[in-house]
């Protein structure tokens, strides 16, 4: 049976190309989700303060957190909106 526990990540865009990125630590976004930081819910804002607080000029725009969960070695949004902007569109 797969085990999986609810988290939270932070996403953005990148700015110099718009690109989906995720924050995978100390000034470090990944366009690979699998790359980000997953953080239990009580600790999802320090982990957002952290993304947004980066060197000037900041390599994304508009940070933000998203629900997800780490299941079967994969990070996959719950949302259906975060799992376009993840793995491309549905067809």
Not at 10 to 30: E, F, I, K
Request: proline letters at 9%; zero cysteines; glycine letters at 6%.
């Amino acid at each position: 049976m797969a085990h999986s526990t609810s988290n939270q990540l932070v996403t953005a865009n990148r700015l110099r190309d718009g690109v989906p990125v995720y924050y995978a630590g100390v000034d470090r976004w990944s366009p690979v989700i699998a790359d980000a930081l997953l953080v239990a819910e009580a600790e999802a804002e320090s982990l957002l303060a952290a993304a947004a607080a980066g060197p000037v000029p900041r390599p994304v725009v508009a940070p933000y957190l998203v629900e997800a969960v780490r299941q079967d070695g994969s990070v996959n949004p719950l949302s259906l909106r975060e799992r376009i902007r993840a793995f491309g569109p549905t067809v």
